[in-house]
């Protein structure tokens, strides 16, 4: 019996292991695993994918991630300030010459598998890899309307095109992805190769061209879609992309002759032509006429209803502030709203607003860094529409002695507050975007200007210059600071208000376009003075010709190219001053070595008293080499393909 | 049936941790906890102190701010069916195992929210600070509940084996065969692909025949299958044998047999299979998240978010089994009459197929994850000897002794890089080096001066400058980056190691030691994590002696200090892998010393006990090493949990 039992028992185990052993046990995958084509099944997926390609634009309003407001010598932070927790300087180390090839600052040359390594920047080549994706699958999601699904696919040749774009204001000659490689290709047909400047240019201008045929005119949706790519969009870009084609730095740039890669292909042109500019003052006027066309116009805050109440001074200080704050005005083309303006981290309002009580501390309330330099300071047109140099009533003035504030500027700076010369008799626009000691702040609460709050940056003050934060120049940006923004006296946080950044606003195209006018032009005519003297009536200022005829001790400068190339350039610098446009203008005029080596100048912000508060120091001399025109390409990236040629000097 | 059960109540932080904070604070920044003034003196709660917007870490109120409670439990529970066969065929039984193992673990902590203080006014007359309360906000006087980490996982194994021995006259034969499947779950997976249970399955099996006891050989074959692969690459069979010669029972040997008691040789040869390779669960998958990608905000009122798709993973249906051969040749030795038994063995492994990332895929490619494949080589070789010792002296006098060395060395022979010889950096290959070896920068010296930084190589970790660490320019090309980058040091693994030790036995005394030491590797002092004054997180970095001995100062500008420039964020230029950190780490430790006795035979039977021993014993108690600064094996942060040296005094009883 025993011995029956245990045979029964052995076989009993014996099959009962067999049932289990199939191989079946080792398949533990299910089906249904997602994979890429399920994003594409239907409408409600493929549009997360789209949003996903949106996903990868620059955040352009946040200062740790656009070089464009600290690399330069647009505003200043200073050593120990790297403490903050809460707001990165890392894109300032740029300018103090700490960028290197090991693990370069803004990192945009990446894709998203080193996503460690960005140090500020995004994987722009996974962005391209996924809009080639989508134009690969667009044609499968079954609930997609025909109409819809040719609107997306231009969105996503859009956003490529502005990848390559942003990649090559940055790196110069990229190499260009017309459509995805498979994985599966060996090492020789993935070593990518760097396109010279020109057919770069091109590709995007083609790229463009095809995705406005397609985009709407305007956003249908606004609660939902605003701020998605649109036709006015599309061309404003396509006739930014030709301006910077035909600027001195990717035009006939002979410093870099010497950039050839293994080919033995010239990377940069060689010979200047001034057809380019041409060319891109063509685009210019189409894109202004479809801007126009749906609906855009120049801000002009008297439109709003608060206007009405206030003295014309605060309202023409208020333009050009509006201008780059009010949350989708008629003046802004293309705005990012996914790049938050608002909240303690690398925000602009985080980092400018001022504070007015001392409960304001960093880590709760406000930063108060955004710091601009002396340079852009002094930079700002007198109220007669001309520079401080050229000025005929400054001749004999000296900037930064003491004069005590008059009924006159009532609006702007505080009565009977000891303050410089400087300060006084500026333009609306300096006005309407620097803070100073003893100025008078429209905000924070108050909409009518009455009691305006005064600012106070001096030791001892709510925005005094700690060891940690604070600003170092003694100066504060107002400009990107919405009106309705506001710190309670005893709150440690603010309450702010968000708004879109804009990317290109209407003021930019026409700036644009005086300036590609004159640089064809064999001398100025009324039509380049048409588009620069609509941007200065805007802001309450007299035409070009009339106010240097008047007030410039160079009456004759608007008449010639060179003097007006000049005169536009500065107008540029003076209208978009703390968008992030500086940056990249320098660089493109190939002025940015001989700005970048000159001192970085501020006031004496650790003093208490106003005779020591306004003395001029020099906070650096940075140094500048040709080399830092371009970014430089990751070191290790330059050894994963050998056909990529390193940056000249890097 | 088997349960561990783990139970902790105790602070927050937990013993090193709170050691760690305390170490990583700055003394001088603020005092634990301040008395009362004027305006706090009310308050029930405890003032302790801190800085700026309440922004460190302070280790007291850490500690006290309340309690944590810990729970882990491991329950195993086995079935085995041993079953005889030896009615139907002699010497043939079979084994039945099946266990469970169910691991559960929680914590979680109760504590309040401590008040932090500051001093803003100090009134150098009457003597009096005024505080003023950093965190009013965040604050609180009642306990919050913090959830911990929650774990569960649970696996299931289950064998099934035959084994077969007989010996026929001079010929002994025996067999066994085995079948094992093993699953395994963890249940707070964050991914689906995580979430499914690992899996192995396998037959094993084993021959092995002696004739005359003299001549021996062994065939071993696995045929093992995991759920990791594709279908096309899931199952690998791996095969070994082996042969040997019982020299000592030959004939002729039994002259010599009093002094070479034993004399073994073998040698052996196989393949084995690890399919523990990359953190990628299915590498034949796409593994793609349909909504993990960054997530974009449109509308007027930025009231649309959507996100996009990531890929963790591309698909490679040829990812499969690592595969190792390994040759061994040893020989077994027994002198003295038995009392002294040596073991030597020489062997060699070739592994091959080793999961690598493709190295020729650029950036511009745009992919989301890295590629990999079964490309890598490797050749390792080595020298493994133990020496035993026994011997009974008489009925009151024994001795033990063991000695153990190993000496082993695997370098790469293939290894998926970029072409470095065309690139004129050959050093940077990593073929023929050893798998554990560092690459690191050449240190000279430190910059002593701006001249001195300007007319050197240009370096690109950031900013550095006088009192920075200056290093070599390799292939002299004017920039210092990654290709200057040389092997440097021993590998991280030590190739040496060896241990030796004794035990003795007088009546009832006993004594036994034991040394346990390793050479041949280096390792590096942690610059980051022990550069003072920096911050990181809630703490700042702590200072320790050698530093504040012998640092750079401007005025010293000493270009051969201890430590380069002291700063108070870290100094990306310095925290580089480089010479001038790296340090041996070759020791040898008295791991353990311990004197016993034990009480007479006649006084525990009248207990009605059998043993009752008491001993005192050392752990850790002396360490040779060429690193003085701190113990060699806490590695490069000397400012963690130290290892500690341990007296025990106990008493054994047996009943």
């Given at each position: ?14 099959l ?14 299910p ?52 403490n ?24 945009y040359?990446?894709s ?5 390594d ?14 080639n ?23 996503a ?47 995007i ?21 605003l ?6 969009i ?40 001034s ?46 502030r ?79 002695e ?8 009532q ?33 924070n ?10 600012t ?42 968000r ?52 007030h ?99 | ?61 850490e ?16 079935f ?18 099946g ?35 950093l ?18 996982s ?27 499947a ?19 399955m ?17 065939f071993?074959f ?13 199952w690998?069979?791996?095969?070994s044998?082996g ?12 002259d ?9 040789i ?13 953190s ?63 073991i ?22 745009g ?15 080595g ?23 190993t ?66 320019d390799m ?85 051969y200090?201890?430590?380069?420039r ?5 100094i990306?230029n ?9 340090q041996?780490g ?40 060429k ?20 007296f ?8």
């Open positions: 019996m025993k011995a029956k039992e245990i045979k029964i028992t052995v076989i009993l185990i014996i009962g292991f067999w049932r289990t052993s199939c191989t079946d046990f080792l398949d533990v995958v089906d249904n695993v997602p994979t890429v084509d399920h994003a594409f099944n239907k409408r409600y997926q493929a549009e997360g994918f789209l949003y996903g390609l949106y996903s990868f634009l620059p955040n352009h309003a946040n200062i740790a991630d656009n070089p464009a407001f600290f690399a330069g010598d647009e505003a200043w932070l200073f050593k120990n300030f790297e903050e927790r809460y707001f990165n300087a890392r894109m300032w180390t740029i300018a103090i010459g700490e960028q290197g090839t090991e693990s370069p600052i803004a990192n040359w990446a998203s598998r080193a996503s460690h960005l140090n500020g920047g995004k994987p722009l080549f996974t962005g391209i890899r996924d809009c994706i989508f134009l690969e699958n667009a044609h499968k999601p079954i609930d997609l309307e025909e109409s819809e699904r040719v609107q997306w696919i231009a969105e040749k859009f956003l490529k095109a502005y990848y390559h774009f942003w990649l090559l204001r940055m790196y110069g000659p990229i190499p260009i992805i017309k459509e995805n490689t498979p994985i599966h290709y060996d090492a020789e047909h993935v070593a990518f190769y760097r396109e010279p400047v020109d057919s770069v240019f091109n590709y201008v083609a790229l463009l061209d095809e995705a406005s045929q397609d985009l709407p005119l305007e956003v249908v949706n606004l609660t939902e879609n701020g998605r790519a649109t036709k006015p599309a061309l404003s870009l396509k006739a930014k992309a030709l301006t910077y084609a035909a600027s001195p730095f990717f035009n006939g740039n002979t410093d870099y002759a010497d950039m050839v890669d293994n080919r033995g292909i010239n990377l940069f042109p060689q010979n200047y032509e057809e380019k500019w041409k060319r891109a003052a063509e685009a210019l006027i189409d894109a202004i006429e479809v801007c126009q066309e749906a609906g855009h116009r120049l801000y002009d805050f008297q439109n709003s209803g608060v206007a009405s109440t206030l003295n014309e001074k605060t309202v023409l200080a208020m333009n050009v509006g201008a780059a704050t009010e949350l989708w005005n008629e003046e802004m083309i293309w705005a990012n709203p996914n790049s938050t303006t608002v909240g303690r981290g690398p925000t602009l309002q985080y980092a400018a607003m001022p504070a007015f009580n001392v409960y304001n501390i960093v880590f709760a309330g406000l930063s108060k860094s955004y710091a601009p330099t002396l340079r852009v300071v002094e930079q700002f047109y007198t109220k007669n529409g001309v520079t401080i140099e050229e000025d005929k009533d400054w001749i004999d003035v000296s900037l930064y003491l004069q005590k504030g008059d009924s006159a500027h609006y702007y700076i505080q009565e009977d507050r000891e303050t410089i010369n400087l300060h006084f008799n500026r333009e609306a626009r300096f006005y309407g975007a620097i803070t100073f000691d003893g100025s008078k702040y429209y905000g609460g108050k909409l009518t200007d009455k009691d305006l709050w005064t106070e940056l001096k030791a001892g003050t709510p925005n005094e210059l700690s060891k940690d934060y604070g600003p170092v120049t003694g100066y504060l940006v107002r400009k990107i600071v919405h009106r309705l923004t506001s710190i309670s006296k005893e709150a440690s946080t603010p309450t702010y208000f708004y879109a950044f804009p990317v290109i606003r209407l003021a930019d195209l026409y700036l644009m376009l005086a300036e590609a006018l004159n640089e064809y032009k064999e001398t100025p005519d009324g039509e380049v003075y048409e588009y620069i003297d609509l941007v200065r009536n805007r802001t309450g200022l007299d035409g070009v010709v009339e106010s240097w005829a008047n410039s001790i160079e009456p004759g400068k608007p008449l010639s190219k060179i003097g007006m190339r000049d005169i536009i350039r500065r107008e540029r610098l003076n209208e978009l001053a703390f968008e992030g446009h500086r940056f990249w203008d320098l660089r493109r005029w190939k002025l940015a070595e001989e700005y970048m080596s000159k001192p970085i100048r501020g006031l004496s912000p650790y003093e208490k008293e106003a005779e020591e508060f306004f003395k001029v120091q020099i906070l650096e001399t940075p140094v500048f080499e040709k080399k830092d025109y371009l970014w430089p390409i990751r070191q290790t990236d330059l050894t994963l393909n050998n056909n990529l040629i390193q940056n000249p000097g890097w | 049936m088997h349960g561990t059960f783990d139970d902790y109540t105790g602070p927050v932080p937990g013993g090193s941790q709170l050691y760690r904070n305390a170490i990583n604070v700055s003394p001088v920044r603020f005092p634990a906890y301040y008395e009362p003034d004027k305006t706090f003196q009310h308050e029930k709660h405890t003032l302790f102190g801190n800085d700026e917007a309440a922004a460190y870490m302070n280790p007291y109120a500690m006290v701010k309340g309690y944590r409670e810990e729970s882990k439990t491991v329950i195993l529970a086995q085995e069916l041993h079953q005889d066969l030896s009615q139907w065929i002699d010497g043939l039984n079979f084994r039945v195992l266990n469970t193992i169910r691991n559960a673990a929680f914590d979680l902590s109760r504590a309040y929210n401590p008040y932090y203080y500051r001093p803003y006014r100090y009134d150098r007359l009457t003597d009096e600070y005024f505080l003023e309360e965190n009013t906000e965040q604050g609180t006087e009642y306990l919050s509940y913090i959830p911990g980490y929650k774990s569960i649970s696996s299931f194994y289950g064998e099934f084996s035959t084994a077969y021995s007989k010996t026929f006259e001079q010929h002994a034969v025996s067999s066994m065969l085995v079948f094992i093993r699953n395994s779950l963890d249940a707070n997976a964050a991914t689906l692909s995580a979430s499914l249970p690992m899996r192995n396998g037959l094993s099996g084993r021959f092995t025949y002696a004739y005359k006891d003299k001549y021996l050989s062994e071993n696995g045929y093992n299958g995991t759920e990791k692969f594709d279908k096309g690459h899931r690998g069979f791996f095969p044998f042969l040997g010669w019982m020299a000592s029972n030959e004939p002729f040997w039994a010599i047999k009093n002094v070479i008691s034993k004399l073994k073998k040698a052996t040869y196989g393949m084995v299979g690890n399919d523990q390779i990359g990628t669960r299915f590498f034949y998958l796409s593994d793609v998240n349909i909504t993990g990608g960054s997530n974009f905000t449109t509308g007027y009122n930025f009231n649309k978010t959507r996100r996009g798709v990531s890929i963790n993973n591309y698909p490679n249906p040829r990812i499969g089994w690592e595969v190792s051969y390994k040759s061994n040749l040893g020989i077994e030795l027994g002198l003295l009459d038995g009392s002294i038994d040596i030597g063995d020489v062997f060699h492994e070739r592994r091959t197929n080793i999961l690598q990332s493709r190295a020729d895929i650029p950036m511009e490619m992919l989301w994850s890295t590629p990999q494949a079964n490309v890598g080589e490797a050749i390792g070789s020298v493994d000897l133990s020496l035993d010792y026994n011997k009974i002296i008489n009925n009151n006098f024994w001795i033990n002794g063991r000695a153990t060395f000496y082993a060395r695997s370098t790469f022979k293939f290894y998926e890089e970029p072409n470095y010889e065309m690139m004129g950096v050959p050093w940077r290959s990593r073929i023929g080096e050893p798998i554990a070896q560092q690459w690191g920068y050449v240190a000279e010296r430190l910059f002593i001066d701006k001249p001195d930084v300007e007319s050197s190589a240009r370096q690109d970790f950031g900013e550095y400058g006088p009192g920075d660490l200056k290093y070599k292939n002299k090309d004017g920039v210092i980056n990654n290709l200057d980058m040389v092997p440097i040091g021993y590998p991280t693994m030590p190739e040496v190691n060896y241990g030796f030790g004794l035990s003795v036995g007088y009546k009832n005394f006993d004594a036994s030691f034991f040394f346990q030491g390793s050479g041949r590797s280096s390792f590096w002092v942690n610059a980051s994590a022990m550069s003072p004054f920096v911050r990181s997180g809630r703490l700042e970095n702590g200072l320790a002696k050698f530093i504040s001995d012998d640092y750079w100062t401007e005025t010293s500008q000493n270009p200090a201890g430590w380069p002291l700063s108070s964020y870290k990306d310095n925290t580089q892998r480089s010479t001038w950190f790296m041996e070759s020791f040898l430790r008295l791991k353990s010393v311990e004197l016993g006795y034990s009480l007479p035979r006649s006084i525990t039977n009248s207990l009605n006990m059998s043993v009752i021993r008491f001993y005192v014993s050392g752990t850790n108690l002396l360490l040779f090493s690193f003085n600064l701190w113990d060699v094996e806490m590695g490069g942060n000397g400012l963690g949990y130290p290892l500690q040296r341990v025990n005094l106990g008493v054994n009883v047996n009943f």
